[in-house]
């Protein structure tokens, strides 16, 4: 059994651009959530995808936005992205809908905007 | 709106000694109460949850935590340390009424030779 995986592990951008994260799903999962975790502080949950329809979303902004693929596999993409938007990023998947489910957690993907 | 804090954010204890992580929940629906860890570089690792029923849960690598509902309180303890336990740890809290998991803000645990 496959566990969670997230791509890239690490990735500097400059503030502005545009970022893609990638997150493959543990098998027999169907739903995807995401986080954001900056230095010293608990995962703050952005949105939530199942079955590739958006099931849930945080406090964020809409240049956070996210696709989940037939596979469930799973891409957060950030527009314009600002100095705040460095954090670790992590993916966890799920059995189905909601947050009661336990929440499998990829390793992250370590973003830092200069 | 659910929110969670974890009282201390650095608890040092010595190997073999008790440990006691503290965490309060505010939830205005039945909560669903978890604890993760996660080690330095690591996703997070779910220790244990609270769901329905047995207030006390039993989870992995000898941690067990008490759902207080009248002390909205749902502490993590070990009842001896051993120098793996050192790492980050996380309160959350969520419902069956929505797909918000909130997390506290951590607690780091130093284990002392």
């Known amino acids: 059994e496959t566990g969670v995986t997230q791509s890239p592990t690490h990735l500097i951008k400059t503030r502005g651009q545009q970022v893609t994260l990638r997150c493959s799903s543990q098998?027999?999962?169907?739903?995807v959530s995401w986080y954001q975790q900056a230095l010293g502080q608990g995962p703050q949950f952005i949105f939530q995808?199942?079955?590739?329809?958006?099931?849930g979303r945080g406090n964020f902004p809409p240049r956070f936005s996210g696709l989940q693929f037939p596979n469930y596999s799973s891409e957060l993409n950030v527009n314009a992205l600002e100095l705040d938007d460095s954090a670790l990023y992590l993916c966890?998947?799920?059995?189905?809908?909601?947050?009661?489910?336990?929440?499998?957690f990829g390793p992250g993907t370590r973003l830092t905007v200069t | 709106a659910q929110s969670v804090t974890q009282l201390g954010s650095h608890v040092s204890v010595s190997e073999g000694a008790l440990v006691l992580l503290r965490c309060n929940y505010s939830?205005?629906?039945?909560?669903?109460l978890f604890w993760y860890v996660q080690y330095p570089n690591q996703g997070l690792q779910l220790l244990l949850k609270?769901?329905?029923?047995?207030?006390l849960v039993k989870g992995i690598n000898g941690f067990e935590a008490e759902f207080k509902k009248s002390e909205t309180s749902f502490h993590l303890t070990k009842p001896s340390a051993h120098m793996s336990d050192a790492a980050e740890y996380f309160c959350?809290?969520?419902?069956?009424?929505?797909?918000?998991?909130?997390f506290g803000a951590g607690t780091r645990l130093t284990v002392k030779p």
């Open positions: 966890a998947s799920s059995l189905s809908a909601g947050t009661t489910y336990e929440q499998y």
């Open positions: 609270y769901t329905t029923g047995a207030t």
């Open positions: 098998s027999g999962h169907n739903t």
């Open positions: 995808y199942y079955r590739e329809e958006e099931n």
């Open positions: 959350a809290v969520t419902s069956s009424e929505n797909n918000d998991m909130r």
């Open positions: 939830s205005s629906v039945p909560p669903y």
